[in-house]
Each structure stands twice: as structure tokens, then as C-alpha cells.
């Protein structure tokens, strides 16, 4: 999979979900959907970094076959242009929208479909809005410095 093409597969899942009136079984396929996307695309919930002062910072990491900034020598070279990311990747539109739509029609039945943190312990909706929350600033962040 590829970051870009999976963020708007989902985003026009969300907006099918709304012209259909958010049936229920759509609704959840779409969140089940999302939440795969945080899980291959941004490593919720355990693949971030911590900051200095102690915020969690996820970045996409260029879909589930690529693994993101990756270098040009050694066991995680590359094949493609080192260290190059596309900005297609950072899409604060589209990761606000999924979080908001996560929000809005989040039910605790679909507790059970977030995964567990490495160590075993449950993660909630509080910590994958956290996440993408951070993918926007963090996107931001890295578009800025890099140019």
C-alpha cells in the first residue's frame, strides 16, 4: 500500500458514508478502515518518536511496503530515492477529517477494534486522536524544515 492512495480511499469512504445518511454498516467498515490506516500508515500506536518535551510525534511512514524515510546504505536501504518523501504523504485535510469522523460516530463497540500496544495494554480513541492529531503538526513540521 501507498500512504497517499490509502488517505483518499479513505477519505472518499467518508464521504460515501455521509451521502448515504451514515448507514450503520458502512459507518463501521469505514472506521475498521481508518483504524487499519493508523495502524500500516502512521504505526499506531507504538511507532513514534517522544520529543524533548515529551509529546509523541507519529509520521507517516509511506504505506505498509515502504517503511518511510529510508537510507541509501545499509539493512533498511533503499531502492528508491533515499531519504525523499513525497508531500502527498502529509495531508492534514484528510487526516482532520478522519479524525473528526472517528469522533463523531465512534461507538464502544468499536473499542475492539483497536490494537493493543506492543506491551499488550489496550489503546482507546483518546490515544488514535492523539495520533493524528500529531501526523498533521508533525507533516507540517517536516514540510517546513525540509524546504
Not at 59 to 66: A, I, L, N, Q, R
Not at 108 to 116: G, S, V
Request: aromatic share 16%; charged share 20%; hydrophobic share 40%.
Amino acid at each position: 500500500s501507498a500512504t497517499d492512495g490509502d488517505q483518499d480511499a479513505i477519505l472518499g469512504m467518508i464521504y460515501t458514508a455521509h451521502a448515504l445518511g451514515f448507514p450503520a454498516d458502512f459507518v463501521d467498515m469505514t472506521v475498521r478502515s481508518v483504524i487499519a490506516f493508523a495502524s500500516a500508515d502512521l504505526g499506531f500506536p507504538d511507532l513514534y518518536r517522544v520529543l524533548p518535551g515529551g509529546e509523541k510525534v507519529f509520521v507517516p511512514k509511506m504505506g505498509s511496503m515502504w517503511g518511510g524515510l529510508t537510507p541509501e546504505f545499509g539493512s533498511y536501504r533503499t531502492t528508491q530515492q533515499p531519504w525523499c518523501y513525497s508531500p502527498g504523504y502529509f495531508a492534514p485535510a484528510h487526516y482532520r477529517t478522519m479524525r473528526d469522523f472517528l469522533v463523531r460516530h465512534w461507538t464502544k463497540e468499536f473499542d475492539d477494534y483497536l490494537p493493543a500496544h506492543l506491551d499488550g495494554r489496550g489503546t482507546d480513541l483518546k490515544e488514535m486522536i492523539e495520533a493524528f492529531d500529531s501526523a498533521v503538526t508533525t507533516g507540517y513540521n517536516i514540510l517546513y524544515y525540509s524546504s
